[in-house]
């Protein structure tokens, strides 16, 4: 789609080019964007080439977006500034080019941003910026301002930046564990290291986790937010393996999807976001579900298997989640993908 306007002699071009990497918007309260399937779009300059998918996901040549701004600071300002942590692919003529990788849920996404005309450029290509680093000037010569998903679907690019004002950065964590679901892996990096990888089982149904009792694991950012050793009561106690680690499901994506479908009004998703954001439980009563999280099992499981096991949580061998248990905090960040 296309937003075209004229504008006066004030205004920036941006040209932003987004793509979902392999491997797997938000403003202060709930993402714009549905949580599913990204579509593929032309891809701006790679930016990591490793082989590990674990790795490929995380790894990146430089700082991760923490969030998107506009360029100038109003429409009388003469500096023009990086939307977001960059790092420039070309600065030729009058133009200069800006390729950032952010994270959006579970999803690795990689985007362009172009500055043209310039005036003066104070960059060069390779430099590494953060957000708000001045890149140059504006030039007098009136220019159109578009955001591009492809070279043929346009939108307008203020929502975008709205939108993303706020991003979570995954390597900038204490601590994170990185949730594979094609590798069936857990990796634990604590302090920014790694601390170990773990065999992983998830839920009885294949596919992302989008309703109460569906059997699925969920996919997505999530923080943890309580923990327990056993035994616990119930007919299910046992299944548990002596060890409980809960995350808050759902999350802000899962909860603007649901307002999207219909089944979840405004106020709910909000504040399901707004808990999601301070790392506290959300609520588990609406239609998605929720008791989510990372457990033992009642025996050892067989890791030639399909390793379909739970209601919905990962599930982790008992030696394995009783070593880590004491190392993952209250407050950790989750990332399943």
Not at 94 to 121: G, K
Not at 143 to 153: G, M, N, P
Not at 157 to 175: C, G, K, N
Not at 183 to 196: M, N, P, T
Request: proline content about 7%.
């Amino acid at each position: 789609m296309c937003c075209r306007r004229a504008t006066t002699a004030a205004a920036l071009a941006i040209l932003l080019i987004a793509l979902l990497l392999p491997g797997c918007q938000t403003d202060h309260t709930t993402p714009s964007a549905s949580p599913g399937p990204s579509i593929a779009t032309a891809q701006p300059t790679p930016i990591a080439a490793s082989t590990d998918p674990l790795d490929a996901w995380l790894d990146t040549e430089f700082p991760a977006a923490d969030g998107f701004d506009f360029p100038f600071a109003d429409r009388s300002a003469t500096d023009i500034r990086a939307v977001a942590h960059g790092r420039v692919a070309s600065a030729d003529g009058d133009a200069v080019t800006i390729d950032h990788v952010f994270y959006e849920n579970h999803e690795r996404r990689q985007i362009r941003s172009v500055y043209e005309p310039l005036a003066a450029i104070d960059v060069r290509a390779g430099d590494i910026l953060e957000r708000g680093h001045r890149i140059g000037t504006r030039a007098r010569v009136p220019t159109d301002v578009r955001l591009e998903l492809s070279d043929k679907a346009r939108t307008e690019p203020a929502s975008f930046i709205r939108s993303h004002r706020r991003l979570a950065v995954p390597q900038d964590e204490p601590a994170l564990l990185l949730v594979s679901s094609r590798e069936r892996k857990l990796r634990l990096r604590l302090d920014g290291r790694h601390a170990g990888d773990f065999e992983v089982g998830f839920g009885q149904v294949e596919g992302r986790k989008q309703q109460q009792n569906d059997l699925r694991t969920p996919l997505g950012m999530y923080f943890v937010v309580a923990k327990s050793r056993g035994p616990f009561a119930g007919p299910y106690g046992g299944f548990y393996g002596g060890h409980w680690i809960k995350i808050n499901y759902p999350n802000a994506y899962d909860a603007a999807w649901a307002r999207q479908q219909g089944v979840l009004t405004k106020d709910v998703a909000g504040n399901i976001a707004a808990e999601w954001w301070k790392r506290r439980p959300t609520l588990e009563s609406t239609p998605l579900g929720g008791g989510i999280g990372f457990h033992g099992w009642a025996d050892d499981w067989d890791l030639d298997g399909p390793r379909r096991l739970s209601w919905g949580c990962v599930v982790m061998r008992n030696a394995d989640i009783e070593r880590v248990f004491d190392r993952i905090p209250t407050g950790a960040m989750v990332v399943i993908f």
